[in-house]
């Protein structure tokens, strides 16, 4: 046989598709599938089929659905199941999961007997997938990450449980009132969750405030905390089925509840509505999830949250390990847990406490024991972004793990001290305690020395933590630090987003991409193919067209969708450099403005992103796109050709609607700064080209897809650095580039804030007398690289080349195998896909 690579994806595209059982029988499992809904429906909806909302049509095929997956579940969970193998512990306090009916679907080999049971009902599948609220209990890229390692994890066959807080209220909703982001409550759960399981008898009383008693226990000196206050923490168990329905993990998310509302009115000794009262405070600890991303809360809540959900989870798992293995001395062969940042890092104090203080372990021996079990993954390097906490606070609500902080800090120094003599700078630096303006506890520093093994997310975040925050910590333990470059699940980013993209890679590949993502190389022999060409420009208007509706109908903006879709999705950060892009959207249309005759290229612009609420700059950046998109889209000169939109509450949802249209993708982040980014790596799978800078994954990004495929511009971190170091002058940059001028001037003077002219004018000089995040520097270079990726458009062969070598070589960045390195390298952990 000729095993050229053109031949082998001709071979491989005539194979039969493998199907997951249940979808091979075809229509007989879309009429069982339509009893089973209609039962759910009639039973458990209590709706007749005439008068069922969309609502009640979901969830009456989420938990058909749901059926299929628990009788799986339940054996892997069975007390007598073979031999328990190790599990991981995800602690998050963020899973960003959205939409979970496709999900299923996809996963059971189900959606077509779903949409032709549907049918067959006159109920149309994809109208029900919009009827299910998009669950956002996370701020962005650490919260979706969370998500789609579940899904990996239980597709690779890593025995899992995510932890984390049920929030009763996920990140706002974001609306939009004069181009202003206002923020409204989020209301996911008011109409009940069909995936969830509620399990009131599995609860733990969860203890903050009090004090700590010495008693004497056998000679012994035994410390007793006497907690002021308890609440109760109730599980919630969401079932996370993998791929082909192999594996079934759990979701387990914790509820406040207060212990005992009774004894709590008797308390208050009769005053029934001040017992109430207190009964809500208590209750307050899963209410919301914190919307700050990248800035820490600092508030009480927050650290009641940390504390309240890592302490469940490490008494839930130590009671299951007890179970199945007798005795904590084990505890590291059959338990891994992972710190999702150092938000869950109270765990690994809260973790010498049982050890010690319920089960008698000595401190060496509980030491050896809980860094044997913990590593931790850190998302950022932002020095506003590293948690620490105030002294005092920690002391009151949590005074015994304040002890064992300390005497964590003793030790640790002590060893620091016999590593380097005399070295008071790196003792300072490495200590848990920082002593500069009001002492407080560095959260980073407790993940590092009580993990095996610390994380960054992106080769070259992992190299800057060795550089920069951890470079004290790393020379004292050199082995401790690994790169795990982020992944995405290719099932929910390409499979289930982009289903028309789908069809023609497998016809192209076979089938067997579902299960191997690095067989998308087997299309770059065809990177030139007219017909390939043909298939995906198909493919892709069709979900442009989508998108263009969805602009319409939010923005009331028309778009043409043959026009370039300038894509950049995110949370509103300054080190994300929205405003370089907005920049270059002015000097596009001043060039526009100055020449309107000439044959510009049509170009849409679209941004999509929610600020935190607190973040005054980043809402005055969504305010000057608005601004910008309205003068600009209502300029009769510019005929259309430029058009822009940021689109409202972005989401998990709408992320899914806009990915598969996109033609370039924004990643232009200051260089050092963004720790990998994962949008990229969808967008980049999706088709798109992106235009970025040398940060994070990009810089992996591009030795996958070659420099001739991606845009790359502006200065490398090092770089960066070196500039800041000798003091970067915005004016002099200014100066050297009469376009920024423009563009600069023009704003500032209140050319597209004619309401308020001088609106812009502190965002402006701000940008001259401290640009912290480079971006003046990178300007003329961003600016450039958007002309080179206009000549490329202009060549449709040589675009749809680039495009399709982008989709070929990104397959690495599948989760699954980033899943399949932590199992190896971190949690020494079998995935079943090894066991066969
Ligand atoms: C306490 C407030 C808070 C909340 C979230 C501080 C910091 C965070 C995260 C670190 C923010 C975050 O989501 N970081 C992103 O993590 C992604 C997954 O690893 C990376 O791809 C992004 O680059 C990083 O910004």
């Not at 189900?110 to 701020?139: F, I, K, M, Q």
């Not at 579940?150 to 984390?164: I, T």
């Not at 700590?212 to 006497?226: D, F, L, M, T, Y």
């Not at 109908?553 to 994300?576: C, G, M, S, T």
């Amino acid at each position: 046989m000729n095993d050229t690579p053109t031949a082998l994806a001709a071979d491989v595209a005539r194979r039969p598709v493998r199907k997951a059982g249940s979808e091979a029988s075809g229509t007989t499992d879309a009429t069982k599938l339509r009893q089973e809904i209609l039962a759910e429906l009639t039973y458990s909806v209590g709706r007749s089929p005439e008068t069922a909302s969309t609502r009640d049509w979901f969830v009456a095929t989420a938990l058909a659905v749901r059926d299929r997956i628990v009788d799986r579940w339940l054996l892997e969970h069975a007390p007598d199941h073979a031999r328990p193998r190790k599990r991981v512990y995800y602690l998050s306090l963020e899973f960003l999961i959205g939409r979970l009916l496709f999900d299923a679907l996809h996963n059971l080999g189900l959606t077509d007997a779903a949409r032709e049971a549907l049918a067959g009902l006159g109920v149309e599948l994809d109208r029900v997938r919009e009827a299910e609220p998009d669950a956002a209990l996370g701020n962005g890229g650490l919260g979706r990450l969370a998500a789609c390692f579940m899904d990996s994890m239980a597709s690779v066959g890593v025995p899992a449980f995510g932890y984390g807080i049920r929030y009763d209220h996920g990140l706002f909703r974001q609306g939009m009132r004069d181009g202003w982001q206002q923020e409204y409550p989020e209301d996911w759960l008011s109409f009940g969750n069909p995936w969830e399981f509620a399990h009131p008898e599995i609860d733990y009383a969860i203890g903050f405030g009090g004090y700590v008693e010495q008693i004497n226990s056998g000679g012994r000196a035994k410390h007793v905390w006497r907690p002021a206050e308890k609440v109760d923490a109730v599980a919630f168990d969401i079932p996370v089925v993998g791929w082909r329905g192999k594996h079934v993990n759990t979701l387990r998310l914790w509820s406040a509840r207060a212990p005992d509302p009774l004894s709590l009115a008797a308390f208050n000794r009769g005053d029934y509505v001040g017992a109430l009262a207190d009964r809500v405070r208590v209750e307050s600890i899963s209410k919301v999830l914190y919307p700050s991303d990248e800035t820490p809360a600092g508030q009480e809540l927050r650290l009641r949250q940390e504390y309240f959900f890592a302490s469940a989870s490490l008494q839930d798992l130590v009671r299951r390990h007890l179970e199945e293995h007798g005795d904590l001395g084990s505890l590291p062969d059959h338990v891994a847990i992972q710190l999702n940042d150092t938000h869950p890092a109270i765990a690994i104090p809260e973790l010498m406490r049982i050890l010690i203080d319920l089960h008698d372990v000595p401190w060496a021996e509980a030491w050896l024991i809980t860094v044997g079990t913990f590593s931790y993954t850190n998302h950022t390097l932002l020095p506003e972004a590293l948690e620490s906490w105030p002294l005092p606070l920690m002391e009151r609500l949590l005074p015994r793990h304040m002890q064992i902080i300390y005497m964590i800090n003793a030790l640790e120094l002590e060893t620091a001290r016999g590593k380097r003599p005399g070295d008071d700078g790196l003792l300072s630096s490495v200590s848990l305690i920082d002593e500069n303006g009001g002492r407080r506890v560095r959260m980073g520093v407790l993940a590092f020395i009580g993990s095996h093994k610390v994380n960054g997310v992106s080769a070259l975040h992992t190299d800057l933590m060795k550089q920069t925050v951890f470079r004290d910590l790393h020379a004292l333990h050199p082995d401790r630090i690994v790169n795990k470059t982020n992944g995405i699940t290719f099932r929910r980013w390409l499979a289930q987003a982009n289903p028309r993209l789908t069809k023609i890679l497998i016809e192209a590949v076979g089938p067997e991409l579902l299960d191997d993502p690095e067989r998308l190389e087997l299309l770059l022999p065809m990177a030139d193919d007219a017909g390939l060409h043909d298939a995906l420009l198909n493919a892709r208007r069709e979900n442009k067209v989508a998108l263009a509706k969805i602009i319409a109908e939010r923005n009331d903006v028309w778009v043409d969708p043959d026009a370039l879709f300038d894509v950049q999705i995110k949370r509103i950060h300054e080190y994300k450099r929205q405003l370089l892009n907005i920049l270059e959207t002015v000097a596009v249309y001043n060039a526009i403005r100055a020449q309107p005759m000439r044959a510009w290229m049509p170009r849409v612009k679209i941004f999509a992103g929610k600020a935190a609420a607190s973040y005054h700059q980043a809402k005055l950046i969504i305010k000057l796109a608005n601004d910008v998109a309205r003068i600009v889209n209502s300029d009769p000169t510019v005929r259309g050709l430029l058009k822009v939109a940021f689109l409202p509450n972005y989401n998990v949802s709408l992320a899914e609607a806009i990915i598969p249209a996109a033609d370039l993708s924004e990643q232009i982040s200051t260089a050092g700064t963004e720790a990998s980014g994962t949008g990229n790596m969808k967008l980049a799978l999706n088709g798109a080209l992106t235009i970025g800078t040398l940060d994070g994954a990009n810089v992996e990004i591009r030795e996958r897809v070659g420099d001739d495929n991606i845009f790359i511009f502006g200065l490398t971190a090092q770089e960066v650095q070196a500039r800041k170091q000798r003091g970067f002058n915005a004016h002099a940059a200014v100066e050297a580039s009469p376009t920024l001028r423009e563009v600069l001037d023009s704003i500032r003077n209140g050319v597209f804030s004619p309401d308020d002219p001088s609106r812009y004018r502190g965002l402006i000089d701000g940008l001259l007398d401290n640009d912290v995040f480079l971006v003046t520097a990178d300007f003329d270079a961003y600016f450039d690289a958007q002309r080179s990726v206009y000549r490329l458009w202009r060549d449709k062969s040589a675009w749809m080349s680039a495009s399709v070598k982008n989709t070929a070589q990104v397959g690495w960045f599948s989760s699954d195998r980033t899943i399949l390195e932590y199992a190896k390298e971190i949690w020494n952990v079998q995935p079943s896909s090894d066991l066969a």
